[in-house]
């Protein structure tokens, strides 16, 4: 095994994503593989804890996957057996970086015909955002072989207070005392290692097309079907709301009416139709809901 060698690609703001792929690549290391690992970072740095204007004023580049530059970055070789992306999704898209990096040159030329497993770690809500990392790797003739979304498993709502409390105020402890702590839970980010250790084991045989499955068995990705309902509702708005904040003068105007039109529709718009299609609708529709879980699990691209 020494001989194969694997690079570990990603952007974190928080540093959360840093202890996800280190755990996830510790078991590719004991192995003796030579994994290499680069943390991008952007010219300009997202300064955090964000500043709420700031933070929203980001969504129409997020959606159009406008990429910002990037610090230089060398990869050490010119080819790898593998490619680990690590990202965030930010507002139903890859993150600024995270685009950035799909998009760069560097990582075009060693992405070329090369398999690459993504890993993403988030609040609990990355489909979409998971289909244009796989636009945007098929336009770096990759080959994207698995994917894994480590999430918060806490309750939608719980989740969405907890966040709020992280990236708006720098704040990792339980909010008022009752809440759970914000991201990823702790044992969640040291149990990366489990897949780690199931990407280790196809590297070995070189049998990609069995990764996926794999993966979806230990359940390394999770599709809940109201949280498919909340996204497919969200990427169908998101693009009308970035529209208009990009053509405005007012710009700053509109950024703080769309703050407050997400938080509402999260709150209050989304789990009304949610309650509706559940009880009007879903009966009808289970082997298209089953098949949309299927296809998120996986990793073609339509």
């Not at 890859?94 to 060693?110: C, D, R």
Request: charged letters at 15%; a positive charge; aromatic letters at 14%.
């Amino acid at each position: 095994m020494t001989n194969k060698k694997v690079l570990a690609i990603y952007y974190t703001q928080t540093g959360q994503l840093t202890n996800i792929m280190d755990n996830f690549t510790q078991p590719l290391v004991q192995a003796g593989v030579a994994v290499e690992k680069i943390l991008v970072q952007p010219e300009q740095p997202f300064v955090f804890p964000w500043k709420a204007s700031v933070f929203f004023d980001k969504m129409p580049d997020c959606v159009f996957l406008k990429p910002v530059a990037l610090q230089p970055f060398t990869p050490q070789q010119e080819q790898y057996d593998l490619i680990l992306f690590g990202y965030q999704p930010w507002f139903l898209s890859p993150s600024l970086p995270a685009n950035s990096i799909l998009q760069h040159p560097t990582f075009k030329a060693i992405a070329n015909n090369t398999p690459v497993v993504t890993i993403s770690g988030c609040r609990n809500m990355w489909l979409n955002s998971q289909e244009k990392v796989k636009g945007l790797l098929q336009q770096a003739n990759a080959k994207l072989v698995g994917n894994i979304a480590i999430v918060d498993k806490h309750n939608n709502y719980v989740s969405l207070v907890t966040i709020v409390h992280w990236l708006l105020y720098g704040r990792t402890d339980k909010k008022w005392g009752i809440f759970p702590k914000p991201g990823v839970a702790d044992e969640d980010v040291k149990n990366a290692s489990v897949f780690g250790n199931t990407v280790l084991q196809h590297l070995q045989q070189e049998n990609w097309s069995a990764l996926q499955p794999a993966l979806i068995a230990q359940k390394a990705v999770r599709v809940h079907y109201h949280l498919m309902f909340f996204e497919h509702k969200g990427a169908h708005l998101f693009p009308i709301w970035a529209k208009q904040i990009n053509k405005r003068k007012n710009r700053a105007a509109w950024v703080t009416a769309f703050k407050y039109y997400l938080l509402f529709a999260l709150c209050v718009v989304a789990p009304t139709l949610y309650v509706i299609d559940f009880v009007l609708f879903r009966v009808f529709k289970l082997n298209r809901i089953k098949k949309q879980q299927q296809y998120y699990s996986g990793v073609a691209l339509k």
